[in-house]
């Protein structure tokens, strides 16, 4: 069975590689009071992430950001309760194909949506999470720092032991204070 899955990975990691060569974006340092539009992925298989991510999208729209949401199921069924979120997109495996690859269509146009800042929440690190990320044609992508995640614009280390709310913590932290404009050249 786990030779099964890692020749799967591999086949996936490498459709990825050839996919990712087609992706264009416009690659541009975001922070949160130039952000008007923002994608979330995050790892919905544990119900008690719901709630920071919820507290998340409820900050980023006080400050007029539009959020799209994908959360990843890491089980054959999307959870009853889930289902009824308005603005929450969920997939589970179910809704992967025999490569990992995510296939509903809310999925592709989340990829092809140039949000301004795209926050991967996923602590895991799961395939679909990593797949979307690193085909998405977000502007600025942030998320937790690990060897996995080299298409990520943006990384937080929290070791040893990450924490949701720590990482939505210090990215809204940093990507607050973020400055994006060169400081103004003073002859004197």
Same mark, same amino acid.
């Given at each position: 069975m786990?030779?099964?899955?890692?020749?799967?990975?591999?086949?996936?990691?490498?459709?990825?590689?050839?996919?990712?060569?087609?992706?264009?974006?416009?690659?541009?340092?975001?922070?949160?009071?130039?952000?008007?539009?923002?994608? *979330?992925?995050?790892?919905?298989?544990?119900?008690?992430?719901?709630?920071?991510?919820?507290s998340?999208?409820?900050?980023?729209?006080d400050?007029?950001?539009?959020?799209?949401?994908?959360?990843?199921?890491?089980?054959?069924?999307?959870?009853?309760?889930?289902?009824?979120?308005?603005?929450?997109?969920?997939?589970?495996?179910?809704?992967l194909?025999? +490569?990992?690859?995510?296939?509903?269509?809310?999925?592709?146009?989340? *990829?092809?949506?140039?949000?301004?800042?795209?926050?991967?929440?996923?602590?895991?690190?799961?395939?679909?999470?990593?797949? *979307?990320?690193?085909?998405?044609?977000?502007?600025?992508?942030?998320?937790?720092?690990?060897?996995?995640?080299?298409?990520?614009?943006?990384? *937080?280390?929290?070791k040893?032991?990450?924490s949701?709310?720590?990482? +939505?913590?210090?990215?809204?932290?940093?990507?607050?204070?973020?400055?994006?404009?060169?400081?103004?050249?003073?002859?004197?």
């Amino acid at each position: 069975m786990a030779f099964a899955h890692k020749l799967r990975l591999s086949l996936g990691e490498s459709r990825l590689r050839k996919r990712l060569k087609e992706v264009r974006r416009d690659k541009r340092a975001c922070n949160l009071a130039e952000a008007r539009t923002a994608g *979330i992925l995050f790892d919905a298989t544990d119900p008690s992430g719901f709630e920071p991510v919820k507290s998340l999208v409820s900050q980023l729209t006080d400050r007029g950001i539009q959020v799209q949401i994908i959360g990843f199921v890491n089980d054959k069924k999307v959870p009853d309760a889930y289902l009824l979120r308005r603005s929450f997109n969920f997939i589970s495996r179910n809704e992967l194909s025999w +490569i990992y690859r995510p296939t509903p269509d809310f999925v592709d146009d989340f *990829i092809k949506t140039p949000f301004d800042i795209l926050f991967n929440l996923d602590l895991k690190n799961f395939y679909p999470t990593r797949y *979307i990320t690193t085909l998405s044609r977000a502007k600025f992508k942030a998320g937790l720092y690990q060897d996995e995640n080299e298409f990520l614009d943006f990384m *937080i280390s929290l070791k040893p032991n990450p924490s949701l709310d720590n990482l +939505i913590y210090q990215l809204l932290s940093y990507l607050g204070e973020l400055k994006t404009q060169p400081p103004a050249l003073v002859i004197a």
